[in-house]
C-alpha cells in the first residue's frame, strides 16, 4: 500500500505539469487500485484537459478577434475622372488677323439748312468750294421778312414815344395811375420782342458758313421751294479726319483698354496711318446692337485722304506697340476670381490643370489680348472652365475649328 500511494502521488505531479497522456497511461499499472477507482481518476483527467483546451481554444480566437481589429481591410482607391477639355494652343498671331471695317468722315461737319421755309433766290457756292467761317452761302427770298421787321421797328418807334410821354407824366404830375404806366410799358417791351424776332428771321434767309471748310454736297438747286430744317449743303472740314468703326456688345462689355490702332485706306495702297482713339458710344445702334468707336488721325502723311474712303483698322495693343504679333485667347477661356483678377487653366505635360494669372488687353471681337503670363505652345482650356479645378486631369480634345 505505501508503494501504491507513492505511485498516486507521482502521477498527481505528472497531471499538475501536463504530462496527461502519461499519467493516464500510468493509471492502469496499479492493479491494486478497484476499477471504480480508476475511471474515477480517468474522468477527473479529461475534465481537466478538456478544460484546459477550451480556455486555449478561446484565447486563441480572442488574439485573432484582436488582431482583425488592429488594422482596417484595404480597400483600393477609385480611378480618378478624367475630364475631356476643350483646349487652344497658345500661338502669336499678326496683328491684321483682328480687324475692323471703318469709314473716314471728317471730325468736324455740319448739314446746313435753313431754319424757316421759302424760295431760294442764291447759292452762292458749289461743290469742292473751300469757305471761310462766317461766309454767306444761300439765301432765301427775303422780301417779306424784310417788310417784317420794318412794320415791328415803326410799331417800337410809336410805343416808345408813348411809353416816355407816360413815364413823365407819371414823374411830374402822377396823373396817370402806376397801372396805366404799367399797360404802357408792357406795350413797349412786346414792340422790342417784335423787332428782334423780324431781325432773327431776317438773317435766318441766309445760311453762312459756321466754320472753315469744304462744300462737300449740295442737296438742292437755286429757285427751289425748301421748308424749315430741309439740308441744303453739307460743310466739312478736311484738315481733321477720323475714322468710325462697329464694335459688337461683348467688346464694350470687356472696357475699351486699346487707345491706338493702324489704317490702311483701300484707296491708298501700302500705306499705314497711326490713328489714336477719341470717343466711343455706350449706347447700341437700334438696327445693328453694335457701339461706334472713333479714332482720329495723327499724321496723313500728304496724301489726300477724303471722308468716304473705306478703311481696315487693325489694333495696336499696348504690350506690343512697334511690333507684329500678338497672343490672343476666347473671352471664354477667362475666369474672374472674387478679387478682379483674371486666370486660365493651363494644361501641363501631365495634362492636369493649373491655374494661372494672367494681365489681360484689348479685347477684339470673341477674343480678347493675352499682355503677359503665357507663352507660344502652353496649352489653355477654352471651355467648361468653370468646372475645372487646379490639378484635376483632362483629356484634350480638338474641335471643328482648329482649338485642340
Sequence with gaps: MAS???????????????????????????????????????????????????????????????AGCGEAPQ???????????????????????????????????????????????????????????????????????????????????????????????????????????????????????????????????????????????????????VQANQVIMTLQDLSDLEVVIEIPHRVMLSGVRNTRAIAELSAIPDQQFDLQLRTYSTQPSPDSQTYSVVLGFEDLKGFRVMPGMSAKVLPVPESTQGKNALITLPLTALVPDNQGKQF????????????RYVEIGTTYKDRVVIKQHLQPGERVIIAGVSSVREGMPVRPYTDNNGAQ
Design 4 to 66: 501504491d500511494k507513492r505511485s498516486l502521488q507521482i502521477h498527481r505531479i505528472l497531471l499538475r505539469k501536463k504530462k496527461w497522456l502519461t499519467a493516464v497511461s500510468s493509471i492502469t499499472d496499479f492493479p491494486d487500485y478497484r476499477i471504480e477507482e480508476q475511471n474515477i481518476m480517468i474522468q477527473s483527467f479529461i475534465r481537466g484537459f478538456v478544460a484546459k483546451r477550451t480556455v486555449l481554444s478561446a484565447v486563441i480566437a480572442s488574439t485573432l478577434l484582436l
Design 344 to 355: 486660365v487653366w493651363v494644361v501641363n505635360a501631365q495634362n492636369h490643370a493649373e491655374k
Design 75 to 225: 480597400v483600393s482607391a477609385p480611378a480618378p475622372v478624367i475630364k475631356p477639355a476643350l483646349t487652344e494652343v497658345v500661338a502669336s498671331q499678326r496683328a491684321s488677323d483682328l480687324t475692323f471695317n471703318g469709314v473716314v468722315r471728317a471730325a468736324q461737319r455740319a448739314d446746313l439748312a435753313f431754319r424757316i421755309s421759302g424760295r431760294l433766290t442764291d447759292i452762292a457756292v458749289k461743290e469742292g468750294d473751300q469757305v471761310k467761317k462766317g461766309q454767306r452761302l444761300a439765301t432765301l427770298d427775303s422780301r417779306d421778312a424784310k417788310t417784317a421787321l420794318e412794320a415791328a421797328e415803326l410799331e417800337l418807334k410809336n410805343t416808345e414815344q408813348e411809353y416816355r410821354r407816360a413815364k413823365a407824366i407819371f414823374e411830374k404830375t402822377q396823373a396817370i395811375s402806376k397801372a396805366e404806366l404799367d399797360k404802357v410799358t408792357n406795350r413797349y417791351d412786346l414792340a422790342k420782342n417784335r423787332v428782334e424776332d423780324a431781325k432773327r428771321k431776317l438773317e435766318y434767309t441766309q445760311i453762312t458758313a459756321p466754320f472753315d471748310g469744304i462744300i462737300s454736297e449740295k442737296v438742292v438747286e437755286n429757285f427751289a421751294q
